[in-house]
C-alpha cells in the first residue's frame, strides 16, 4: 500500500518534470535580421518553415524570432558578421566587389522550364563542391544559397524591343544585371528592392528588373502596367542565407549538428520552392488586375542573348583568379539543371 503510493507520487512528480521540460525556455533564440516587408515569402514561408525545422531537430532547445529594419538590404552581411543578427539573407549583388562567384547561377540560360528550386539546388550543390573554395563569405556561416524567378523588365510603358528600351532610367540591383542592362543601352539606376516602389512611382524610374513575384510582394503592380518577358529571364538573382559563427558555436554540438541537418541543400529548395510560388500568384493576380505581359520576340531574345555571351568568359576569368576551376564548375552547375529534383 506504501509502495503504491510512493509509486503513485514518483510517477506523478515525473508527469510534472516532463511537463516543465515541455514547457521550458529555448536555450538559444536565433535573432533573424530580415529586410523585406512581412508578407514577402522569405518572412511568410522561409522563415517559419526553417525555424519549425529547427526546433524540431534541436528538441525545443533552439527557437528563432523574425527582427525587422535593422538595417538597409545592402548591410545585412555586416549584420550578421557583426553579430548584431544572428542569420540572415543577402542579394550578393549589394557586394557586387566582394561577391564574383556568385554570379554564376545568374547568367541566364534564355531556356524554360528551369524552376527556381531545381536552380536553387544545383547552386547549393556546386557551391559545396567547387565555389565555397574561393572563399568570398568569409567571418559568416552559409546555411543556403538559392536564386529568385527569372528576373524581367517591369516598367511603366510598355517595352518590346531595344529601341524601346534604349536611354530608359530602369532600376538595377547590382551583380550580372547590371552589366545586362548596359548592354540594352538603358540607363541603369541602383535602388535597393525595398525602394522601387516609391521610385516608381514618383518617376525617379521607369522601371526594373526583377522576377514577377515583386509585383505583389513589393506591390509594384499598382506602379507599373507592363512585363516584358524572356524565357528563363534576363538573370536570376542570386541569395544566400548565413549565420553569425559565434552564434551557431554558441549551441552545443548535438545542436549545430541538427540546425545544419535543416539547412544546406534542404534550405535552398524551400527558398527557390517558394520563390516559383511566389512567382506564380503573382503572375495570375496581376493577369487578373490588367497587367500585360508581353513574350520578348525571337528577333529580340537573340540580340539581347549575343550582348550577354561575354558573360560567361569573364566569370571563368574571376574564378581563375579566386583559384576556383570556372569551367569545370559552370558545366557541373548545368549537369545539376539536366538532373532535376
Do not use: C
Amino acid at each position: 500500500m506504501i509502495k503504491s503510493k510512493i509509486t503513485r507520487l514518483a510517477s506523478t512528480g515525473l508527469l510534472a518534470l516532463a511537463a516543465m521540460s515541455a514547457n521550458a525556455a529555448p536555450e538559444k533564440v536565433l535573432k533573424i535580421s530580415s529586410w523585406a516587408s512581412p508578407n514577402h515569402g522569405i518572412n511568410k514561408v522561409v522563415w517559419p518553415t526553417w525555424g519549425e525545422w529547427v526546433e524540431e531537430a534541436t528538441e525545443g532547445r533552439v527557437t528563432v524570432k523574425i527582427e525587422y529594419d535593422l538595417a538597409p538590404p545592402q548591410s545585412q552581411i555586416d549584420v550578421v558578421t557583426d553579430g548584431i543578427g544572428d542569420v540572415t539573407w543577402i542579394f550578393h549583388g549589394h557586394k557586387a566587389g566582394r561577391f564574383k562567384l556568385t554570379q554564376m547561377p545568374e547568367i541566364p540560360t534564355f531556356k524554360e522550364g528551369v524552376s527556381s528550386e531545381l536552380a536553387s539546388k544545383a547552386y547549393w550543390n556546386t557551391y559545396e563542391k567547387y565555389l565555397k573554395n574561393g572563399k568570398e563569405h568569409r567571418g559568416v556561416e552559409v546555411l543556403a544559397l538559392g536564386v529568385h524567378g527569372p528576373g524581367q523588365l517591369i516598367t511603366k510603358e510598355k517595352v518590346t524591343s531595344l529601341g524601346d528600351a534604349k536611354g530608359k532610367k530602369i532600376r538595377v540591383g547590382g551583380g550580372v544585371i547590371s552589366t545586362i542592362a548596359k548592354e540594352m543601352e538603358v540607363t541603369p539606376v541602383f535602388i535597393p528592392t525595398p525602394k522601387v516602389y516609391e521610385s516608381i512611382s514618383q518617376g525617379v524610374v521607369e522601371g526594373t528588373y526583377l522576377p514577377v513575384e515583386s509585383l505583389s510582394s513589393f506591390r509594384l503592380a499598382e506602379v507599373t502596367n507592363n512585363t516584358l518577358m524572356f524565357p528563363g529571364g534576363l538573370y536570376r538573382g542570386s541569395f544566400a542565407i548565413v549565420m553569425n559563427r559565434d552564434a551557431l558555436r554558441g549551441v552545443s554540438k548535438e545542436d549545430q549538428a541538427a540546425i545544419m541537418a535543416v539547412s544546406g541543400e534542404k534550405l535552398s529548395r524551400l527558398f527557390g520552392k517558394m520563390m516559383d510560388d511566389y512567382d506564380k500568384a503573382a503572375y495570375d493576380k496581376a493577369v487578373a488586375n490588367g497587367h500585360t505581359f508581353t513574350n520578348a520576340s525571337p528577333e529580340l531574345i537573340s540580340e539581347v542573348k549575343a550582348k550577354s555571351q561575354s558573360l560567361i568568359d569573364n566569370w571563368y576569368k574571376t574564378a581563375k583568379k579566386r583559384k576556383v576551376d570556372g569551367p569545370t564548375a559552370f558545366e557541373y552547375y548545368n549537369e545539376q539543371l539536366t538532373k532535376g529534383l
